[in-house]
Nanobody
Framework: QVQLVESGGGSVQAGGSLRLSCAVS????????MGWFRQAPGKEREGVAG???????TYADSVKGRFRISQDNAKNTLYLQMNSLKPEDTAMYYC??????????????????WGQGTQVTVSS
């Protein structure tokens, strides 16, 4: 079993930055594909960014060039650096994991393990 705990959310003005963290614990000796998702009120959850065990990354078009996903394997921590934030980035952000060496689509049905979420609010 894997546990994921997000942190780093908050309120910022448009144009600002935040860095989200996701601490991974439990069965960490296998390789995982990790992802960040977000869900705004009244909207479906959407994939934001993904990273495989070799460091290969994938981004949603809406965040390309502004967000950066990374991981520190020594600390078992996943990060999402968010720059140039926009009001439309306001959402609950979740990290997710699946035990696989494959590159997964950024769709929530492909991930078994989820954190509880951290809120990001961007004001104009």
């Amino acid at each position: 079993q894997v546990q994921l705990v997000e942190s780093g959310g908050g309120s910022v003005q448009a144009g600002g930055s935040l860095r989200l963290s996701c601490a991974v614990s439990g069965y960490t000796s296998v390789r995982y594909y990790m992802g960040w998702f977000r869900q705004a009120p009244g909207k479906e959850r959407e994939g934001v960014a993904g990273i495989d065990s070799n460091g290969g990354t994938t981004y949603a078009d809406s965040v390309k060039g502004r967000f950066r996903i990374s991981q520190d394997n020594a600390k078992n921590t996943l990060y999402l650096q968010m720059n140039s934030l926009k009001p439309e980035d306001t959402a609950m952000y979740y990290c997710a994991a699946e035990a696989t060496r494959l590159i997964l689509p950024l769709r929530d049905s492909f991930f078994r393990y989820w954190g509880q979420g951290t809120q990001v609010t961007v004001s104009s």
